[in-house]
T-cell receptor
Framework: GQQVMQIPQYQHVQEGEDFTTYCNSS?????IQWYKQRPGGHPVFLIQ?????EVKKQKRLTFQFGEAKKNSSLHITATQTTDVGTYFC????????????FGTGTRLTVIP | DSGVTQTPKHLITATGQRVTLRCSPR?????VYWYQQSLDQGLQFLIQ???????AKGNILERFSAQQFPDLHSELNLSSLELGDSALYFC???????????????FGSGTQLSVL
């Protein structure tokens, strides 16, 4: 069945260090979305990537979609304590249902 | 605030019991999605409704059922509860992304279910 794995599962960084999470899909994706869930909160949409090799930036966050459209990454430059949370990638459900299949998530802890 | 409303925020019950979780989508959104998030687990898709009709079904147990009413609010019914059903249950509605036509999700704050 469809699998979307994210690595690492957990990451602790010192404030100011960079952070990267990788998302790997077992199937080719037409697009990929990223969500952030703060501790005790709910997932919030960050961005969608559609094109092969696409790179998008949001301030200190850089999102990339792989050339084969089977992987993606999120890189945060100079982490801040506000970056704490779990980051999920999500792709279209391959069964054809109009819903998102979420990755396993990467939980980021930022040490002040 | 996502505009998606979920009640109750917390629910504590015993094994074997039945509970109902309620969700109201954002104003104007026709879709409702239900997801389950267990401790240290990702988001597992349960079921989706669109304008009152079931549109997609994921890993939803037979003990669970849902419906969407004419006013578009949705209820998720969980019966014969087991310890393993303890989880955070999210409801979401969706909106079209500009340019792609794909849907992005707006999540409610969730209902934390504890089965003792």
């Amino acid at each position: 069945g469809q699998q979307v794995m994210q690595i690492p599962q957990y990451q602790h960084v010192q404030e100011g260090e960079d952070f990267t999470t990788y998302c790997n899909s077992s199937t080719t994706l037409s697009n990929i979305q990223w969500y952030k869930q703060r501790p005790g909160g709910h997932p919030v949409f960050l961005i969608q990537l559609v094109k092969s090799g696409e790179v998008k930036k949001q301030k200190r966050l850089t999102f990339q979609f792989g050339e084969a459209k089977k992987n993606s990454s999120l890189h945060i430059t100079a982490t801040q304590t506000t970056d704490v949370g779990t980051y999920f990638c999500a792709g279209p459900d391959q069964t054809g249902a109009n819903n998102l299949f979420f990755g396993t998530g990467t939980r980021l802890t930022v040490i002040p | 605030d996502s505009g998606v409303t979920q009640t109750p925020k917390h629910l504590i019950t015993a094994t074997g019991q039945r509970v109902t979780l309620r969700c109201s989508p954002r104003s104007g959104d026709l879709s409702v999605y239900w997801y389950q998030q267990s401790l240290d687990q990702g988001l597992q898709f349960l079921i989706q409704y669109y304008n009152g009709e079931e549109r997609a079904k994921g890993n939803i147990l037979e003990r669970f059922s849902a419906q969407q009413f004419p006013d578009l609010h949705s209820e998720l019914n969980l019966s014969s509860l087991e310890l393993g059903d303890s989880a955070l249950y999210f409801c979401a509605s969706s909106a079209r992304l500009t340019g792609t036509g794909d849907e992005k999700l707006f999540f409610g704050s969730g209902t934390q279910l504890s089965v003792l």
